[in-house]
């Protein structure tokens, strides 16, 4: 296999910035079992536009299935909300993003900090499986299961680790995440801009509808996708999502007030 066709790992990235963007901030948050690699061409396209850009890789992530099962919610977390924070302390200006249970992530820094805005992607703050009402008891008895299968979608696949197998138990931490994300949305001051696919067989539509609930005026915009599936950064769709959220970036960067520093 030559180098070029070697697949990138997943790992954390980082862009410092440059010209008269360099002092907005965007940390960007992945998802769950995915890394950094879902979201890197966006991450890639704000950062050629001048943006200084985070990308962290989150504990128990780009590795084994078994790694994950060792971690919680706080850890990944923590790990995002760090890497926020040290953006935050290096640019005037900065906002979250995430895809997915990243949306969920973004969400819960935004309401503990006061960031200038949210982009999320198909932001995870619900199930579609049932069986998640007893997930606490239920992985006791089982250990695993397999990832949800998303028959349409056309993004490719990006070599996360081996995550063949979804440990219960960070099935259950996930669903805190969740719950700990809703209960602080009131917090949230910040503009929030969502993209939305029309057909996502991970994340339900219910996800969307307790967001508007919650945050009312504060989601400034809804973008419906029409042709991608839940991993939208890397499907068809990807293009106006990179182009809109660098317009919602670009244009609340002027109305904000310096971000927070830790």
């Known amino acids: ?15 410092p910035g440059h010209g008269p963007n360099a002092d907005i901030g965007i940390a960007i948050c992945h998802g769950f079992t995915g890394s950094p690699l879902s979201v890197l061409p966006w991450a890639e396209h704000l950062a050629a536009q001048g ?18 099962a060792q971690t919680g919610w706080r850890d990944w977390f923590g790990s995002f909300e760090a890497a926020y924070l040290d953006l935050s302390a290096r640019t005037s200006t900065c906002f979250v993003a995430g895809l997915s249970m990243g949306g969920a992530v973004a969400l819960l820094t935004a309401a503990r900090h006061k960031t200038a805005g949210v982009s999320i992607v198909n932001p995870g703050l619900s ?43 960070a099935v259950h931490e996930l669903k805190k995440l969740f719950n700990a994300t809703l209960r602080e949305l009131p917090a949230v001051t910040a503009p929030v801009q969502v993209f939305k696919s029309v057909t996502d067989e991970v994340v339900p539509p219910t ?55 830790p």
């Open 1 to 15: 296999m030559t180098e070029s066709s070697t697949p990138p790992r997943p790992v954390a990235f980082s862009y």
């Open 51 to 68: 943006y200084a850009v985070t990308v962290p890789l989150l504990p128990g992530h780009g590795t084994h299935w078994r790694e994950l």
């Open 127 to 169: 199930f579609y499986d049932r069986r998640v009402r007893v997930i606490g008891l239920l992985k006791f008895f089982q250990r695993t299961t397999i990832p949800i299968p998303e028959e349409h979608s056309t993004a490719p696949a990006t070599e996360d680790g081996d995550y063949s197998r979804t440990p219960l138990a």
């Open 207 to 261: 996800s969307l509808e307790l967001l508007r609930a919650r945050l009312r005026d504060r989601v400034t915009e809804v973008v419906e996708l029409a042709g991608s599936g839940h991993v939208a950064t890397l499907d068809v769709d990807a293009p106006e999502i990179f182009a809109r959220s660098s317009e919602f970036f670009r244009d609340h960067a002027r109305q904000s007030s310096p971000s927070e520093t």
